[in-house]
């Protein structure tokens, strides 16, 4: 939760503050308080397209019904120079880039301050601290276009970083300068990193990192700026972009598309709304009301949206809105959660956890009692993590209309434990984690109603560690639940042959256990050795039920 704080006079420039004003931020879901000439609020990290003030403003003035609806911007075309060339050296370091022009602003010291804190906070949530999106912004008059942004080796890589007065290369910038230093990480290992050049050579930044000293400073008297975001989701990228040239177009810039060259063009920004529908059935379903087409007509307009047909329009900087459930929890802000009457629902059952949590419970504290920390991670996985892993093309199901890079369901537990021991190869050693969730496989029985069948499966991971740890992680708890296990020698491509078994119960392989070979831990960037197992709960279930 990002928490802000907004001059209380430029506020009250578009909305009188009070007691029932405060009271209806609150109920939008953005906890807001008086403090002295300051307004101060609470930003859930969903919410990335309120961290400015006139974000801020564009919402709650829809919500007052000052300024209802969808909110339009002008995007002029590109003028003849307003390009970006994506060079192909980039695609496994830092591969796109969504750029703008915003023209016509007008800067003093609390504005700038404003952009700065918005860029952070954006880096910080959306950006996820750099690593999925960087943001630069230059003032244009420095600047000759059109722009490139390519990948150069370190030492070809030469400027003045913000705030000092040295020329550095790239490696000198990683070691010296205090954010080189805390966002090293972030380039750790590669053979180039990326660079935005200007048409006179004129190096601006080396993202996700720094900025030019020279090009990459915006000061009181830039009327001008050049915006881009670059990452590893195009989509994102063009999301946090479209945050950024609307809250510059609030501050009374005009905005300009670029082109963009990929070997393909692309145009950003895109400023269009999404369209989805919105089932009034499924609405009054979730929220238990008997509202009308025409009340849509009206609550939609106070969220910022437009309803036209049984479509909703969503703004093109709302990155939130993934589903219609997301604009049916919007409705009800709208409704009003005050205006909701609490209702006693007719159940003639009294709930009971189930057998299978409680032996979950109960293996999660087994596991914790030996020191190993509980993960959770999504169900979702990206499509390199796949390859890096190895899955061929019929293990990989992929579900549709995905919002992010993770499309592709989990087909075991390994993956995101990859994923979580890379993120954290720096940090403190051992690391051991659990996991207890649900994997996802192609139904060949052909008995599934979705064609997919979904697992309860444990993983335990260990770094650095051997089998004999794994085994031993293993025995415990099987001696805990009471039960007998077997291991059989077997074969897994992404583990050292020879160190690596099957866990069999009751003659059924439920599993396998092992030593990570050193490929697999090549590709997942880990620089310690991993031990781990994974098994299938179900026919642990199923023995510890019939001794219940």
């Given at each position: ?21 405060i ?33 801020f ?37 830092r ?21 700065i804190d ?8 959306l ?6 999106a960087?943001i ?6 420095k ?6 942004f ?10 003045v ?14 070691q010296?300068?205090?954010t ?10 590669m ?29 009181e ?54 369209k ?11 929220v ?39 604009i ?9 959660y ?35 920390i509980?993960v959770?991670?999504?169900h ?7 390859k ?25 537990l ?19 984690i659990?996991?207890?969730g ?15 069948n ?15 740890e ?35 119960i009751?003659?059924?392989?439920i599993g ?13 960037n880990?620089?310690?050795?991993v ?9 642990i ?8």
């Amino acid at each position: 939760m990002a928490t802000l704080s907004f001059n209380k006079k430029e506020i009250e420039k578009e909305i009188k503050l009070n007691d029932t004003i405060i009271e209806k931020i609150n109920m939008m879901g953005i906890p807001a308080e008086v403090s002295g000439e300051k307004l101060d609020i609470e930003i859930l990290p969903n919410r990335s397209d309120l961290l400015s003030m006139q974000g801020f403003l564009r919402a709650v003035k829809a919500f007052l019904g000052k300024e209802t609806g969808l909110k339009k911007y002008l995007v002029n075309k590109p003028e003849r120079d307003y390009k970006v060339r994506i060079d192909a050296s980039l695609k496994n370091i830092r591969p796109y880039t969504a750029c703008a022009i915003v023209k016509g602003l007008k800067f003093d010291e609390a504005k700038i301050k404003e952009i700065i804190d918005m860029q952070e906070k954006l880096h910080a949530t959306l950006g996820r601290n750099r690593k999925k999106a960087a943001i630069g912004i230059y003032p244009l008059e420095k600047i000759s276009l059109p722009i490139k942004f390519e990948a150069r080796k370190p030492t070809d890589i030469k400027f003045v970083p913000l705030e000092m007065s040295e020329e550095l290369n790239g490696l000198q910038i990683l070691q010296k300068h205090p954010t080189g230093r805390e966002y090293a990480y972030l380039l750790d290992e590669m053979e180039k990193y990326p660079v935005f050049v200007d048409a006179k050579g004129k190096i601006l930044s080396m993202p996700p990192v720094i900025n030019s000293n020279e090009t990459g400073k915006i000061e009181e008297k830039t009327r001008d700026v050049f915006v881009e975001c670059s990452g590893f989701d195009f989509e994102s990228l063009n999301k946090i972009l479209n945050i950024i040239v609307t809250t510059l177009a609030d501050m009374g810039g005009k905005i300009y598309a670029m082109e963009l060259d990929y070997g393909k063009k692309e145009v950003t920004p895109n400023l269009l709304p999404e369209k989805i529908k919105i089932n009034l059935d499924y609405f009054n379903k979730i929220v238990g009301l008997n509202i009308k087409e025409n009340d849509l007509e009206k609550l939609l307009p106070k969220m910022g949206y437009e309803y036209k047909n049984g479509e909703v329009l969503v703004p093109a900087w709302r990155s939130d809105i993934l589903h219609e459930r997301d604009i049916v929890e919007d409705i009800a802000i709208a409704y009003g959660y005050e205006n909701l009457l609490p209702e006693i629902p007719k159940v003639a059952t009294i709930g009971e956890e189930s057998n299978e949590a409680k032996i979950e419970s109960k293996v999660a504290d087994i596991l914790t009692g030996l020191g190993i920390i509980e993960v959770s991670s999504l169900h979702l996985i990206k499509e390199d993590e796949a390859k890096r892993l190895g899955l061929g093309e019929n293990e990989k199901i992929e579900v549709s209309n995905s919002k992010t890079e993770f499309k592709i369901l989990r087909p075991n537990l390994s993956i995101p434990a990859f994923r979580i021991l890379s993120e954290n190869k720096d940090n403190e050693y051992p690391q051991k984690i659990f996991e207890i969730g649900n994997a996802f496989e192609r139904d060949k029985s052909g008995k599934s109603e979705t064609g997919i069948n979904e697992n309860k499966k444990l993983l335990v991971a260990c770094s650095p560690s051997n089998f004999t740890e794994a085994k031993q992680i293993l025995e415990y708890l099987a001696r805990m639940l009471r039960i007998k296990f077997e291991l059989r020698e077997s074969k897994n491509k992404n583990m050292i042959e020879g160190r690596t078994g099957s866990v069999v119960i009751n003659g059924k392989e439920i599993g396998f256990i092992g030593d990570v070979d050193i490929e697999t831990l090549r590709r997942w960037n880990i620089k310690m050795p991993v031990s781990l197992f994974e098994i299938d709960l179900g026919e642990i279930f199923n023995i510890l039920r019939f001794k219940n």
